[in-house]
Nanobody
Framework: QVQLVESGGGLVQAGGSLRLSCTAS????????MGWYRQAPGKQRELVAF???????SYRDSVTGRVTLSRVNAENTVSLQMNSLKPADTDVYYC?????????WGKGTLVTVSS
């Protein structure tokens, strides 16, 4: 079993910042990468940021320049620093981990950005 524990969501005013963190534990063998997705009610889950095992990081176009993803490999932890938040960033954010081709998800943490 693999567990992903998320923290850091909450309510923030537009222009503010939040930091999301996720720590993985359990039967991990060969992590291909970790990252964050987000999902609004009735919509598909979409990638926010992802970092591969060799350190390549990708970001969704709409968050590029405002979001930084960092990973501490030894701790199986990723953090998502989000700045200059907009109401459009309001979503449930899910931590994601890929291990041996299998996708694992956290329970999600709500980010609400008020205008």
């Amino acid at each position: 079993q693999v567990q992903l524990v998320e923290s850091g969501g909450g309510l923030v005013q537009a222009g503010g910042s939040l930091r999301l963190s996720c720590t993985a534990s359990g039967s991990l063998f060969s992590i291909s990468g970790m990252g964050w997705y987000r999902q609004a009610p009735g919509k598909q889950r979409e990638l926010v940021a992802f970092v591969t095992r060799d350190g390549r990081t990708s970001y969704r176009d709409s968050v590029t320049g405002r979001v930084t993803l960092s990973r501490v490999n030894a701790e199986n932890t990723v953090s998502l620093q989000m700045n200059s938040l907009k109401p459009a960033d309001t979503d449930v954010y899910y931590c994601n981990l890929v291990d041996r081709g299998k996708y694992y998800w956290g329970k999600g943490t709500l980010v609400t950005v008020s205008s």
